[in-house]
T-cell receptor, first 111, second 109 residues
Framework: DADVTQTPRNRITKTGKRIMLECSQT?????MYWYRQDPGLGLRLIYY???????NKGEISDGYSVSRQAQAKFSLSLESAIPNQTALYFC??????????FGQGTRLTVV | AQRVTQPEKLLSVFKGAPVELKCNYS??????LFWYVQYSRQRLQLLLR??SRESIKGFTADLNKGETSFHLKKPFAQEEDSAMYYC???????????FGAGTRLTVKP
């Protein structure tokens, strides 16, 4: 089984809809991250969490929100999806030492 | 603010040629730097980190604090090295983990 699991793997949604991407991990790590990947822009940090009570904005948090339901679960929400949020989204975890473990990604298309 | 710059979006070399993927960083503290690789249809995975000073799959990277660089090198590229490579600045001291824009390496036969 994968250490970091993202659901769904693919999603097409309409402009204005609310959508939630979920991430769960079995690594036992406190730190979790959400990134989006766009061609030519690489990985950009949306939100990160160092523990259940700690949520921080990343570089591009506008239009997104997160929820850390448990140590193992970190969800990303788009309250009102827009087309420029079409991207590949990655969840990752790490311990304080630093190596990150990634999910397989969620391909989101907003039409 | 911490920042990672990878100046080359695309890099193409022939099999057997040396390859160098550039990475520069901006960070006021003591950096923890990584290289991650993403092969086609696979998830990102760690290639190497500066603190371990290892050679993985023939790749090495040396931290140069004077030049604030962490370039990835391999003396003889192989076709299976074709992938997307990301340089990353790691999460010490309650900092988040930042990635560069990535370099897509293509090794031609």
């Amino acid at each position: 089984d994968a250490d970091v699991t993202q659901t769904p793997r693919n999603r097409i949604t309409k402009t204005g809809k609310r959508i939630m991407l979920e991430c769960s991990q079995t690594k036992g790590h406190d730190r979790m991250y959400w990134y989006r990947q766009d061609p030519g822009l690489g990985l950009r940090l949306i939100y990160y969490s160092f523990d259940v009570k700690d949520i921080n904005k990343g570089e591009i948090s506008d239009g997104y929100s997160v929820s850390r339901q448990a140590q193992a679960k970190f969800s990303l929400s788009l309250e009102s999806a827009i087309p420029n949020q079409t991207a590949l989204y990655f969840c990752a975890t790490s311990d304080i030492v630093g190596e990150a473990f990634f999910g397989q990604g969620t391909r989101l298309t907003v039409v | 603010a911490q920042r990672v710059t990878q100046p080359e979006k695309l890099l193409s070399v022939f099999k057997g040629a040396p390859v160098e993927l550039k990475c520069n960083y901006s960070y006021s503290g003591s950096p923890e730097l990584f290289w991650y690789v993403q092969y086609s249809r696979q998830r990102l995975q760690l290639l190497l980190r500066h603190i371990s000073r290892e050679s993985i799959k023939g790749f090495t990277a040396d931290l140069n604090k004077g030049e604030t660089s962490f370039h990835l090198k391999k003396p003889f590229a192989q076709e299976e090295d074709s992938a997307m490579y990301y340089c990353a600045l790691g999460p010490y001291n309650n900092n988040d983990m930042r990635f560069g824009a990535g370099t897509r390496l293509t090794v031609k036969p």
